[in-house]
């Protein structure tokens, strides 16, 4: 058993195991994902019936002959270039290196002199320059015998320069040991430039019969059909949008999705860059509501807001058609903006009452769902006792409040003052409507 580390068969190891063995029958090879389109790997995936292939097979070989030698020839040429290179580097560095030294000297010998030309004489005489004169007595200058000039050491950020050629040991061995060391250490240069010869690299392309057997196994985790419409279907989705698919395979699965009737909304196909309204709020509706029916309706207070159960008929005004032109020049002026309110206003539905004999009886609508931890101060507030046990609040040691496993609140307890109090309290936290 080998396992390739290279999925779409394209080069290395891989490739080659497969030239090698595709044409034996006893062989198998497993492929466990699908590679990118125009690999070796998928095209065996979407070909399963062809067992004739053509591949390009490259190969890397060592150069001999001819070739071998002009490769050495040029690589000599290379290294001959570069040693000269660094020779003239060297010699032009040891050449400002002097001439530096020299101009040194040069300012160091006229300063010694005072920048005056020389005397008769050669020695260094005390009554030469200015007289001493002052009533206190000066340091004594000490003067060199003979003229002498005083190399500069050479420094920069670091400290002084290193010259590398005054710490250079003297080549050559001194001991019969070193000689034999050298020697062989020669030896295995030479044996280490005949082993690393140069390679270059060529293709052929060849017809290989496919005679093993070839099984795709799908390892890579990848979704099939089957289980996203499994998965869809459990999760029942309010809108759905489908990208990043072949377009047959994404009308397909919409299609599906539109016919089976788990999805509550709509289902989006779109193309590479379309735009799709996918807005959740479309049942929102702007609607003016008459004077008396506002009126009649009972507010209940829920946090920052106030709710009401509506019951009413839609009368929808019918669309008039007036002259553009006249719109135009009426909208230039101040009542023309008026206007345009007044028609925009009409133009809205109208929500009328029903009367009393035609309005539907409703069940009644609690909102605003409070928290046992928040009800809890609400009872204590009241002089109620309590305290949650396993997460059911215990009031009085009489009357228990609990959600259930749907999350709605249930009161339970005995009949008695207590749990009508309690009942009254839990009503107060909800708006009803």
């Known amino acids: ?95 400002e290196m002097e001439s530096s030294d020299e101009s040194d000297i040069e300012m160091d010998t006229e300063d010694l002199y005072g920048g005056r030309p020389k005397g008769k004489h050669d020695l260094m005489i005390k009554s030469q320059g200015k007289a001493r004169t002052g009533f206190f007595k000066q340091a004594k200058k000490s003067y060199p015998m003979f003229p002498y000039v005083e190399d500069k050491m050479k420094t920069d950020e670091y400290g002084e320069i290193i010259r590398p050629e005054d710490y250079v040991i003297a080549d050559g061995p001194s001991t019969e040991e070193e000689m034999k060391d050298v020697e062989t250490k020669d030896q295995d240069e030479t044996l280490q430039d005949i082993t690393e010869v140069p390679t270059k690299c060529i293709s052929s392309t060849v017809t290989l019969d496919i005679n093993a057997k070839v099984q795709f196994i799908d390892f890579e985790g990848r979704s099939d059909g089957k289980s996203i419409k499994k998965y869809l279907a459990q999760i029942k989705p309010k809108q759905l949008i489908l990208i990043h698919g072949p377009e047959e395979t994404t009308l397909s699965l919409g299609d599906f999705c539109q016919n089976s009737g788990f999805v509550e909304g709509s289902v989006y196909c779109p193309n590479i860059g379309d735009v799709i309204d996918a807005t959740t709020e479309r049942h929102i509706y702007q609607v003016r509501l008459r004077d008396h029916l ?140």
Not at 25 to 34: C, F, V, W
């Open 1 to 95: 058993v080998v396992l390739a580390s290279t999925p779409d068969l394209q080069c290395g190891f891989s490739r080659d195991l497969f030239v090698a063995w595709c044409g034996n029958a006893k062989n198998s090879i497993i492929l466990t994902n699908r590679t990118s389109p125009g690999t070796l790997a998928r095209w065996l995936i979407d070909n399963p019936q062809d067992h004739v292939v053509r591949l390009e097979i490259k190969r890397r070989v060592k150069l001999e002959g001819a070739e071998l030698d002009e490769y050495i020839k040029r690589k000599q040429e290379k290294e001959q270039e570069e040693a000269r290179i660094k020779d003239e580097q060297a010699r032009k560095e040891k050449e």
């Open 294 to 433: 506002v009126s009649s309706l009972m507010f209940s207070k829920a946090r920052d807001m106030e709710l009401a159960w509506v019951d009413g008929q839609l009368d929808i005004p019918p669309v008039e058609e007036e002259d553009e032109e006249a719109e135009e020049e009426a909208e230039e002026t101040e009542e023309g903006n008026k206007k345009k309110k007044d028609k925009l206003n009409t133009s809205l539905p109208t929500l009328e009452g029903l009367p009393a004999n035609l309005v539907p009886a409703h069940t009644a609508v609690f909102i605003n769902e409070p928290k046992l931890s928040d009800f809890k101060i609400v009872l204590i507030s009241a002089g109620v006792q309590c305290e949650f046990a396993g997460g059911v609040l215990v009031c009085n040691n009489q009357v228990a409040v609990r959600r259930d496993a749907a999350g709605k609140m249930k009161l339970e307890g005995t009949l008695c003052e207590d749990y009508f109090k309690i009942r009254e309290l839990l009503y107060q936290q909800y708006a009803i409507v």
